[in-house]
């Protein structure tokens, strides 16, 4: 049975870092995308970044102002230790959310050889993870 379990959550000040990990048993992993997403109170689950199977690609969406995790957040796995990390620095309150990670390889990004942060490609999910930035 797929499982992904995220941990690495917590409270931090404004400019902090933090690193995520999501560990996966029961499926192959290597063979799957894995995407970062997280949800704020009142609002929608969003896509924060995704890699590829093999560790080659990641993506970034663009989001709305003062949410946009480019060039702030990065996301790599080993493989060998069935593990994504999400490594996020200088942290702002409007990072506030519950992070989830989850995987998936049917969608048309994955054929296409690049990974999906649409949270309708991916079916299996873990149970997040609280991140609170706060002074």
């Known amino acids: 049975q797929l499982q992904l379990v995220e941990s690495g959550g917590g409270l931090v000040r404004p400019g902090g870092s933090l690193r995520l990990s999501c560990t996966a048993s029961?499926?192959?992993?290597?063979?799957?995308?894995i995407g970062w997403f997280r949800q704020a109170p009142g609002k929608e689950r969003e896509g924060v970044g995704c890699?590829?199977?093999?560790?080659?690609?990641?993506?970034?969406?663009?989001?709305e102002k003062g949410r946009s995790v480019k060039g702030r957040f990065t996301i790599s796995r080993d493989n060998a230790k069935n593990t994504v990390y999400l490594q996020m620095s200088t942290l702002q309150p409007e990072d506030t959310a519950i992070y989830y990670c989850?995987?998936?390889?049917?969608?048309?990004?994955?054929?296409?050889?690049?990974?999906?942060?649409?949270?309708?490609?991916?079916?299996?999910w873990g149970q997040g993870t609280q991140v609170t930035v706060s002074s």
């Open positions: 989850a995987a998936e390889r049917g969608s048309d990004m994955y054929y296409l050889g690049t990974c999906s942060t649409r949270t309708l490609d991916y079916k299996d």
């Open positions: 029961g499926f192959n992993f290597d063979l799957y995308n």
């Open positions: 890699i590829t199977n093999s560790g080659d690609d990641t993506n970034f969406p663009n989001s």
